[in-house]
């Protein structure tokens, strides 16, 4: 159905109805798609004809300049900010662990990839990831979120850079630009009388028997909340003279293989467990799925229960007061470091620190474990190093 100009509207058999404008260029007869009708009428239709044969006066051929729109949308999207942030995290997985990956990328899909996912990286001033994006999370007090976001957002610009998709990194230029964050120690109980009385608090949970064994190990190994949920019973040995964990790399905040020595109050705990989760491949499975481990909120939930407050007691302020306490007792700091499997700057002592100070390490565990036994019996005298009071 023939409109005027070489618009025309092309019915199928199945009454489908397109905008159509045949046109020569060249000498060669060509076709345009101008839209679907009802979606484009008959005077959009005509605009978009007028459009094109502008262009066909100016010597340019309208098919060729949509296919040149077309692939450079598709370049444009291919180098937005969150295709090459989302390139990042692909390549970040392996480096990993599981739920870091996940909350890396929860920071990108809640506080950047809505007002900057789409902007070509190349084209992302200070300004507007300042304005865009960082001010956004300051003025919602998340100060320490806005500082990570920050950071991972130079990751993100760097890798750019280096596969040749940016010319340079923002963020540098936002230093003093945000407020500061002051970083907030994990909550921790030091006081000897109370950690007694923490410690028979947790003795009592009546929730799973697999959480009150978690509760009860906590304190006993030193290990951040994620390596104890996702310990496995393939990694622990529990019989012979030097009974023992080995966390492997993958698990480990740092990706190098740690000794955990075992006290015998942590192996009596693994050895009740052993019975009722040992047949799988996590000491502490989850819930609904032994395939997979328990909650990393799992241990924090059970304080809770027992009504301890976070203010009071996280998880990860088992490692405080275990780092608190042995220092305050005179235990060489670099054995409480090492067993804290906090990172070694030194790249030379990073390769031997796997079994460094492993005789001292496990005489200390074996002392700490002894000392948390007499807290929960009401006795605060310091535990002995060595034979002499530390």
């Known amino acids: 159905m023939f409109d005027s100009g070489g618009l025309y509207l092309e019915v199928s058999p199945a009454g489908r109805k397109w905008w159509r404008l045949k046109y020569r260029q060249a000498g060669k007869e060509k076709r345009l798609s101008l839209g679907v009708y009802p979606d484009t009428g008959l005077a959009d239709a005509r605009e978009k004809r007028d459009a094109a044969r502008k262009l066909l006066a100016a010597g340019v051929d309208p098919s060729e300049q949509r296919k040149a729109q077309k692939a450079a949308g598709a370049e444009r999207a291919a180098n937005s900010f969150e295709a090459i942030a989302r390139e990042w995290l692909q390549k970040q997985s392996s480096k990993l662990a ?12 809640t506080w950047a990839f809505p007002w900057i996912g789409g902007r070509p990286i190349a084209e992302i001033t200070p300004r507007i990831l300042l304005e865009s994006v960082l001010r956004r999370v300051e003025s919602s007090g998340k100060l320490e979120t806005v500082h990570r976001l920050k950071q991972k957002c130079g990751q993100v610009f760097r890798y750019a850079i280096a596969t040749g998709r940016a010319e340079r990194d923002p963020t540098p230029d936002l230093r003093g630009a945000l407020q500061t964050h002051t970083p907030r120690n994990h909550s921790a109980v030091t006081d000897p009388v109370k950690i007694g009385e923490l410690l028979r608090a947790m003795d009592g949970y009546l929730g799973s028997f697999a959480t009150r064994c978690a509760l009860r190990l906590t304190p006993l190994v030193f290990v951040r909340p994620g390596e104890l949920r996702r310990a496995e019973w393939t990694d622990i040995t529990l019989d012979g003279e030097h009974p023992q964990w080995i966390v492997p790399a993958a698990t480990m905040k ?107 390490r496990r005489n200390m565990m074996q002392a700490w474990a002894d000392y ?18 530390a």
């Not at 015998?264 to 799925?289: D, M």
């Not at 929960?376 to 002499?388: A, F, T, Y």
């Open 98 to 109: 599981p739920v870091t990956h996940t909350k890396a990328t929860a920071l990108f899909e």
């Open 372 to 389: 948390l036994d007499g807290l929960r019996n009401g006795n605060v005298v310091p535990i002995r190093q060595g034979g002499r009071r």
């Open 254 to 360: 740092m990706k190098e293989p740690h000794i955990v020595p075992l006290s015998t109050q942590a192996v009596a705990i693994l050895r009740e467990l052993r019975p009722q989760t040992g047949g799988g491949q996590y000491v502490f499975p989850g819930v609904h799925s032994r395939a997979r481990p328990m909650s990393e909120n799992t241990v924090n939930v059970a304080l809770r229960r027992l009504g301890f407050t976070g203010s009071e007691i996280v998880a990860h302020g088992f490692r405080s007061m275990a780092s608190t306490l042995l220092n305050e007792q005179g235990w060489p700091p670099d054995v409480i470091e090492r067993q804290l499997a906090h990172a070694e700057r030194n790249e030379v002592r990073r390769a031997y620190n796997r079994a460094k100070y492993l005789p001292e």
